[in-house]
């Protein structure tokens, strides 16, 4: 089966975040969530970059619409725990990291039907 679109531009946009090209890694990971709004790899690799840009408010609401898109994911749940704490939000912080901690004990934050 040939690779999407999306998987194509996803793929570039882990090379330029690999040579250090965040600005370009997350111009590409927005074509991709732009392209799947359901794409969950692609919302969490751009809060990550936008977090390392430094653009943190942003990058929150992309780590929101992962951990909605996949409830049960330890990272993204830890990568938005350290969003909060990048915005001084240190409450949404450590509720977010209580859900990684029950994740990562084997637990689940959603029981899916």
């Given at each position: 089966m040939?690779?999407?679109?999306?998987?194509?531009?996803?793929?570039?946009?882990n090379g330029a975040l690999a040579l250090g090209e965040l600005e370009e890694a997350c111009s590409l990971y927005r074509r991709c969530v732009a392209l799947d709004p359901e794409f969950f790899d692609g919302w969490h690799a751009l809060g990550m970059c936008l977090l390392k840009l430094g653009h943190v408010k942003e990058a929150i609401g992309c780590g929101l619409q992962a951990t909605t898109l996949q409830p049960n994911d330890l990272l993204a749940w830890t990568g938005l725990s350290q969003m909060y704490v990048r915005d001084g939000q240190i409450g949404e912080a450590e509720s977010a990291k209580a859900n990684a901690r029950i994740l990562s004990l084997g637990g689940k934050v959603v029981r899916e039907p």
């Open positions: 040939p690779d999407s679109e999306r998987d194509l531009i996803f793929d570039d946009a």
